[in-house]
Structures are given as structure tokens and as C-alpha cells.
């Protein structure tokens, strides 16, 4: 094996520091017709040379397959059609989270370009819990519904579903959540995760439900074209509705790869344009004053749009992302920013009593928590916090006062929890789960909690070892203090968008020693550490270390004085006082032997 980079063999995260990928062979840059730094970065996040051009300027056509590959695809779009021709009353019902928000945005947004009459409706987390439940579609339906489409949930929503059917409710269900072999009464079900779906189109099971709904409406325009309804009337350009698809996916944590990879980039390229003008407000009121990146999507305007489903009024971000004006979007957005303030409070209270249950439990290969008085909305946070911290798979659950623990599970790459979860149900240990490969939602009896807490260590014990092994941080390139700048940012980023499956290169940098180190941050107590760092060379490295301070990065950054370091982290580019900079966003660090 070859020896660490830089010699690190343990890092302040316990890590070694070892190359993503081996040097290309001479002259294999040059072969696939990129330079050496992109090819390298592509191929060694399993990009097939065939497709390394369409990778770094990826297109729409190049990518999209046939709608009608998925089951059902051609029945929903019909029946959407007919409802749009015949002008009926059309209910978008769609999750509380950022795929729920942005699918149903994305479809609301098409149908009104449509002329049809359509409405988003977003439950209660709190009040109605996940999907939908019998009474919602009832009332619904006695509120003048005609057809209710389930976007993000539905999958497993049996009862529910069977109820509307009864009433004879017209209902169809577009999902990426793990099914069952049986399926729920629906007129039709697009989920390229179904259990009898065609290899061709299961191999797009990592799509969200937002990129589901983009190739529901690309059905939907083909439909309606094959009847003439464009013949007298202009047919709707999907793409300008990409940066709310764009949102979605990335949110979401699926992988950034082919179509999904596709969607985000050309949707960053849209959002860039600030034609939209709920994403315009969204992006001024989180500060962001220069072109987005994926991270962007992930860290500051995902969460906004889900705390008002978290914490605050569940369709405001359904109505933020389709709203037309400026003035309505600028409130909404105020006050999704409102609740993110407030959702961040909640969810620091709520980490911080699940991580130190969840580090009692040291010898589980999954941690599952449950408190008294947790808050529902910041309890998948939470999990993903925990999830974070001890690298393994966690679930955190409030306990109710009716007898039952309710909460989110998070898990790590080669984890598939939601299968778990599905196998944990079909035992009967829960009362209600479901979701995919790296997230999951439970509802189970608290006089089952330990019961099922056990069966889901021993179920997961073997990938979850098989997912550890040695600790390693992989390492894309290695540079000295002064290549820090904006052109090797803007170099890589030139290879993005980055986001699960496609990480962001890690640059290690060394050695260096810091000139300053503080703590920094919006909330109290400060978690962040921003610093400065030169080198030997004359260089010098601006960077941050998010949600640092605590750990054991954070502790040998604070107490490093004048010893040399070794840094790791992705460098990002920005602007400060009209200056371009480049930032490293840290990682990990070790002592410089």
C-alpha cells in the first residue's frame, strides 16, 4: 500500500489520509480529450470515460430517458391530462420536507401554466404525521377534490389509499420511497423503486421525487401535445422550473450522478439567472450574493424551506418556491427564515441530549434514542448530528404521551436503512416506516422500542462493520500554502456540481501553522473556527472549520500554537470587498511530523 499522504496516518479525526485514486496513466488526460486535473477528479468518481464529456457539460437530452420506461408513467399522465382538460379540481398532496416542497412546486407551477385548476396540500407534521391519512383525503374530497396526487409519500399509505378508493376518490401516488410487494389501491403508482419495475427503469431509483415529478410533467406535455392542446396554445418550457427540481435533489441526498447530476447543474445555472422569484428572496434573505453552488442548496436554502414544514406553517414553502410576485416572496421567505432561527435553537437543545444518549450506547452498531418532549420537526436533524458524530447509523424519537416514539433514522454509505426499516415492519416490531437507502421515518410502540432498538443492531451489525474498516480520508490532490487560490477553486468546482456519491475534492495543504483561530458562529454558544494559516512558502490559507469547536479537530486547531500542521478540506472561492479569495472549508488537520 502506498504511504499515507503527507505521512498522516492519524489524523485529529483518527483518520489516515490516503488518495481517492491512483495517477492516470501517461497520456490518459489527453486520450479522453480534458485536462489531468479533471479527468482525474471524473474518473475517480466512477465516471466512465465514454461519458466524461457529458459529465462535465451535461445536457438535458443526453440524459433523460423515455417517461414511459416507468410503470404506470403513461396511465397518470393520461389521467392528469383528462383533469386538466376537463378543468377539475386537482390537489397536489405532497410531504412536509424540501422533495415534498419542490415536487409540488414544480407540478403546480406546470399545471397553472397549464390552465388547470390545481392546489398544493402539505400535512401537519405535528397535527397528521407522514403521507396521508384517511380523513385528510376525505375532507379533501369533500372540499370539491376530484384527484389527489401524492407526491414523496404514498408508497406505503395502504389504509388511507383503500379509504379513498371506497369513496371512489381518484388518487395516484409518485414516490422514490422503498415499496413492499404489495402495493396500495391507486390508479397508478410511479416509483422506480417498485419491486416489479423494469431494470430499465430501476436503474433510476436514486432519483427524487422532484426529478420523478420533472419526468411526470415531461408525460404530461407529450400527452397533452399528441391531443392538440399546444396546437392554438404555447406548450410550457419545463426547464425554467429546473432550479426548484435542482433543489429537490439535492436536498434530498440522492446521488449526484447521471440525470440527478443533470438536473442540478442546469438547475444551478437557472437559479444563477434569479428568474425565479421565491428562490431570489430565499437567496437574499440567507446572504448569498453570488452564483449558488450545490452546498448552497444543502446547507442554506434546504433548510429554510424545511422549517417551515419542521416548525412553523407546512405549505410555506410550496408557496414560496411557486409564488410569482416579489413582495409575497420576500414575506414568505422572512418568515421561513424566521422559523429556521427558531428551528435551529430546538434542534441544538435536542442534539445535544440525544448525542450523549447515543454515546451510552458506544458498543451499538446503530444508535436509537428517544426522549420525552423532543420535538418532532428537529429529530431527523438530530439523527443526522448523531449520525455525523459517532459514524454509525442513528435514529432519534420523541416520545408521546400516547405510548408511541416517533422520529427519523439517518444512515452512512453501505447502510440501507430504509430496507431495514421495511424489514423491521414486515416483523412486525413497528407500527409504521419506511423511506430509502440513507433516511428513514419509524413510528413504533415505546413498549417495542427496546425490542425492535435490538433487532435493528443485530440486523445491521454486519454492514455496518463491513462500512467502517479502517478510517480514511480520501485526498484528490496535494498542494503547498501558496496554490490556494481562486483558480484552483474555480478549477474544481469546474468539475461539479458535488454532492452524495460525487464528493467535493479534498485538497490537502501543508504544512502550515495558524496566526489565528476563533471561534465564530450566528448562535450562542459559537460552534465555528475561522482561521488563518501561512506556510514556509509564503502562503497563506483563509478557511473555516464548521461545527468544530467541540471535537477533536476543533481542540488541536485551538491548542496548535505555533507547531506545524497539515490541513484537509475543499477550496471554495468567493468575493470580499470586491477581492476574489480562496477559502478552505476544513475537514480534518494533523501534526506535521
Known amino acids: 500500500m502506498a504511504d499515507p499522504v503527507f505521512n498522516v496516518s492519524r489524523s485529529a479525526t483518527a483518520r489516515a489520509w490516503h488518495w481517492r485514486a491512483q495517477p492516470l496513466p501517461l497520456g490518459a488526460a489527453e486520450r479522453l480529450g480534458v485536462d489531468e486535473l479533471a479527468a482525474q477528479i471524473l474518473l475517480s468518481r466512477g465516471c466512465a470515460p465514454a461519458d466524461v464529456h457529458r459529465t462535465l457539460k451535461p445536457a438535458l437530452r443526453d440524459w433523460l430517458p423515455d417517461p414511459s420506461l416507468f ?195 442546469l438547475g444551478l445555472r437557472r437559479m444563477a439567472q434569479r428568474q425565479s422569484a421565491g428562490l431570489s428572496a430565499l437567496a437574499d434573505i440567507a446572504r448569498l450574493d453570488r452564483a449558488p453552488r450545490a452546498d448552497d442548496l444543502g446547507f442554506h436554502l434546504g433548510p429554510r424551506i424545511n422549517a417551515g414544514g419542521r416548525v412553523g406553517q407546512a405549505d410555506l414553502g410550496v408557496r414560496l418556491l411557486a409564488s410569482e410576485d416579489a413582495d409575497e416572496a420576500a414575506f414568505l421567505a422572512q418568515e421561513l427564515d424566521r422559523f429556521n432561527q427558531e428551528r435551529r435553537a430546538i434542534e441544538a437543545a435536542v442534539t445535544a441530549e440525544a448525542l450523549a444518549a447515543a454515546e451510552a450506547q458506544a458498543n451499538s452498531p446503530v444508535a436509537v434514542v428517544a426522549g420525552v418532549g423532543w420535538h418532532p420537526g428537529v429529530v431527523g436533524i438530530a439523527a443526522a448530528r448523531v449520525k455525523e458524530r459517532l459514524q454509525r447509523p442513528a435514529l432519534v424519537l420523541s416520545l408521546g404521551e400516547d405510548g408511541t416514539a416517533k422520529g427519523s433514522g439517518r444512515s452512512i454509505p453501505g447502510v440501507d436503512l430504509g430496507a431495514a426499516i421495511l424489514a423491521a415492519k414486515a416483523h412486525g416490531l413497528i407500527r409504521e416506516g419506511g423511506g430509502h437507502a440513507m433516511a428513514c421515518g419509524v413510528t413504533v410502540e415505546a413498549a417495542q422500542l427496546d425490542r425492535f432498538t435490538r433487532w435493528l443492531a443485530e440486523h445491521l451489525a454486519e454492514p455496518v462493520a463491513a462500512a467502517g474498516g479502517e478510517r480514511i480520508l480520501s485526498i484528490d490532490l496535494a498542494v503547498t500554502p501558496r496554490a490556494i487560490t481562486p483558480d484552483l477553486a474555480q478549477a474544481l468546482e469546474a468539475c461539479g456540481p458535488y454532492g452524495q456519491s460525487w464528493p467535493s475534492p479534498r485538497v490537502a495543504v501543508g504544512p502550515v501553522r495558524l496566526v489565528k483561530c476563533d471561534p465564530v458562529g450566528r448562535t450562542e454558544p459559537k460552534t465555528h473556527l475561522r482561521f488563518v494559516a501561512s506556510g514556509p512558502d509564503g502562503g497563506r490559507v483563509e478557511g473555516i472549520a464548521f461545527r468544530a469547536l467541540e471535537g477533536d479537530l476543533g481542540q488541536m486547531l485551538m491548542a496548535a500554537g505555533s507547531e506545524q500542521l497539515h490541513l484537509a478540506g475543499r477550496v471554495t472561492a468567493d468575493e470580499w470587498q470586491g477581492r476574489a479569495r480562496a477559502q478552505l472549508q476544513l475537514d480534518d488537520a494533523a501534526r506535521a511530523h
Open 71 to 265: 410503470q404506470d408513467m403513461d396511465r397518470v399522465a393520461g389521467r392528469l391530462a383528462d383533469a386538466v382538460e376537463r378543468g377539475e379540481k386537482i390537489i397536489l398532496f405532497a410531504d412536509y420536507d424540501v422533495d415534498g416542497a419542490t415536487s409540488a412546486a414544480f407540478l403546480l407551477r406546470h399545471l397553472r401554466a397549464l390552465g388547470a385548476d390545481a392546489a398544493p396540500y402539505i400535512p401537519d407534521r405535528i397535527l397528521e404525521g407522514y403521507g396521508p391519512s384517511a380523513a385528510a383525503l376525505l375532507e379533501l374530497q369533500r372540499r370539491g377534490a376530484q384527484l389527489v396526487l401524492l407526491l414523496d409519500c404514498g408508497t406505503q399509505a395502504f389504509q388511507p389509499l383503500e379509504a379513498a378508493r371506497e369513496a371512489k376518490l381518484d388518487l395516484m401516488v409518485v414516490d422514490h420511497h422503498k415499496a413492499s410487494t404489495a402495493l396500495p389501491p391507486a390508479l397508478g403508482i410511479v416509483n422506480p423503486n417498485r419491486l416489479d419495475e423494469s431494470p430499465e427503469a430501476a436503474v433510476h431509483g436514486t432519483l427524487c421525487t422532484a426529478g420523478l415529478a420533472f419526468l411526470l410533467g415531461v408525460a404530461l406535455n407529450r400527452e397533452l401535445r399528441r391531443r392538440g392542446r399546444f396546437n392554438a396554445a404555447p406548450e410550457p418550457n419545463l426547464a425554467q422550473w429546473l432550479d426548484i427540481v435542482a433543489l429537490g435533489t439535492v436536498a434530498d441526498v440522492v446521488p449526484l450522478t447521471g440525470l440527478n447530476r443533470a438536473f442540478v447543474a
